[in-house]
């Protein structure tokens, strides 16, 4: 009985000692009462191996302590070995980290010099390595990676073990791995080891880690580091070029969003619309008012924003394409100089209008968070914004194709297209048809501008940015051919891309206008040219 309730008092003092400590669990205690004791023996090799219990300790206010150690800012009374640590002005517990009213009487700082703020550096870095979020966890690992920071491999070691994310125990593997080749002192099985580790990672940065391996004095792990090297040189040259790939369809996903709708309109009525381009910028600010407007009224939804500004820039742009084409275009049909410089004027007074209603500086359009961040794949950079607009461009132009073939207005530009005449004899209001058509190629160029808000400045002048690659697209597609343009917003977008390392970014433009140039010689119509009688006569 007797021993009973002894065994009883002893839980609940435990439980009265764990409430007093908030929720510090006896383990973690343990390690704080070791810390202290070793800080009271009072060498620079206790008060590292003091650190080292602090860092595998698992308590929330360990990266405070480890901080305030680096500034001489941890106070022990080696009599009674009550520990403090100070942040600013306020002194902490050194085991609850609840505040207290100062420093305890008696108490002296714990003395470091540069060995112990080398341990504190590493132990510091062990605790993000041991981060409840996997996220955290790789960017420590990717952070001590590039440093090369050998004091943190055996925590490392001890740390792979116990990991159960695949994604984060790779990146420890590879951390390990690239510790392992510049520690120079590991055993040889080790090394080659990590080669081999290095050369599966296949990144610039395990090149740099094999540099050290391929000086090593042992031939065979010199000559293992320096065939990894060039293997891993293979693969970067073969991956630069899935990458210019994947960035010139990036840019030709864009040439395509900004060029599609004038395929429409060019194609159709055969206006050269010098406007078009401003049907862009119409879009990218509608963006910014409807983003401006749920920073405003709605903050928690502004990742609807985009998805309520396609609508509606579709609509802006498409109304005020009608407006010009009804109010304007109609009556130039036939003089295509004449209409080339009245859209001209058309695309001043829409710039110089935005500048007075948004003045003539950048405004900002926030990304939503599904098109913020990235991810790699096969060792390719691959953004969301990007990834979406490829996936944007990819539906308009679908929907575009299904309008065309499905619908009565689809049917009606197609025979305006191929026959102007024949059609009006057939009885299609050629007249309702081009209004329509042009509100449909300047709604979707004010789509267009709902892409490029996201990867371009939104300003007066970003329509001009376009207006040029539109034009060079259609023709170099097919005049009106919807498959000619995505063909040659592609074509020219991986072209550019492969061009840029080696000519520069002005240049190769010049490059691709004389291509281009060259090529409507052979075949003034385009890749895919339109049949039709009224077309090849």
Do not use: C
């Not at 206790?46 to 405070?64: K, Q, Y």
């Not at 891309?497 to 060259?518: N, R, T």
Request: aromatic share 8%; glycine share 8%; hydrophobic share 55%.
């Amino acid at each position: 009985m007797r021993f009973a309730s002894r065994y009883i008092a002893g839980i609940f003092s435990f439980a009265i000692a764990a409430f007093a400590l908030g929720g510090v669990s006896l383990a973690d205690q343990s390690r704080l009462n070791n810390a202290t004791a070793l800080f009271a023996a009072g060498s620079y090799a206790d008060t590292i191996a003091a650190i080292d219990e602090i860092g595998v300790s698992g308590v929330d206010h360990a990266p405070a302590i480890l901080n305030a150690l680096s500034k001489r800012r941890v106070y022990l009374n080696k009599t009674t070995k009550f520990t403090v640590y100070r942040q600013g002005s306020v002194y902490h517990d050194f085991l609850t980290s609840k505040q207290l009213d100062g420093k305890p009487e008696g108490a002296k700082s714990v003395r470091v010099n540069n060995r112990v703020r080398s341990a504190i550096k590493a132990a510091l870095g062990t605790l993000e390595l041991r981060a409840k979020d996997p996220a955290t966890r790789i960017s420590a690992a990717t952070e001590v990676f590039n440093r090369k920071d050998v004091a943190v491999l055996s925590a490392l070691e001890k740390l792979i073990a116990s990991e159960t994310v695949p994604a984060v125990k790779k990146m420890f593997l590879d951390t390990r791995a690239a510790l392992v080749l510049a520690k120079g002192d590991a055993a040889k099985s080790d090394k080659l080891a990590a080669i081999a580790v290095m050369k599966a990672r296949a990144k610039q940065d395990a090149m740099v880690a094999l540099e050290v391996a391929a000086t090593d004095t042992d031939p065979e792990v010199a000559d293992a580091a320096t065939t990894a090297m060039k293997s891993i040189e293979n693969w970067l040259a073969v991956a630069a070029n899935f990458q210019n790939i994947w960035y010139g369809l990036s840019l030709g996903s864009v040439l395509l969003l900004a060029a599609i709708g004038l395929a429409i309109t060019f194609g159709v009525m055969g206006v050269i619309n010098m406007a078009h381009g401003e049907m862009v910028m119409l879009g990218a600010y509608t963006t910014f008012v409807v983003q401006e407007l749920f920073r405003a009224y709605a903050p928690g939804a502004f990742d609807l924003s985009l998805l309520i500004a396609i609508p509606l820039a579709f609509a802006v742009a498409g109304l005020v394409g009608i407006a010009i084409e009804r109010g304007i275009i109609r009556f130039l049909y036939g003089r295509p100089l004449e209409t080339l410089l009245a859209t001209w004027g058309v695309s001043l007074v829409l710039q110089q209008a935005v500048r007075t209603i948004f003045g003539p500086t950048n405004r900002e359009v926030g990304a939503p968070s599904y098109m913020s961040g990235g991810f790699e794949f096969l060792g390719l950079a691959i953004t969301y914004n990007r990834l979406w607009i490829i996936i944007f461009a990819l539906v308009v132009f679908a929907s575009l194709l299904l309008i065309l073939r499905y619908t009565s207005l689809g049917l009606q530009m197609r025979a305006v297209t191929q026959n102007r005449r024949m059609a009006a004899s057939m009885g299609i209001r050629t007249g309702y048809v081009d209004a329509m058509t042009f509100g449909l190629g300047s709604g979707v160029a004010g789509i267009a501008g709902v892409a490029l808000s996201q990867i371009d400045n939104v300003s007066p002048n970003l329509g001009q940015s376009y207006i040029v690659d539109s034009f060079m697209v259609v023709v170099f597609g097919g005049v009106g051919s919807l498959w000619g343009t995505l063909v040659s917003a592609m074509t020219l977008g991986v072209v550019n891309k492969f061009l840029e390392p080696w000519a520069g970014a002005v240049l190769a433009k010049i490059l691709i206008l004389i291509l281009l140039i060259l090529f409507i010689q052979n075949r003034p119509r385009g890749m895919f040219a339109l049949k039709g009688r009224a077309i090849e006569a």
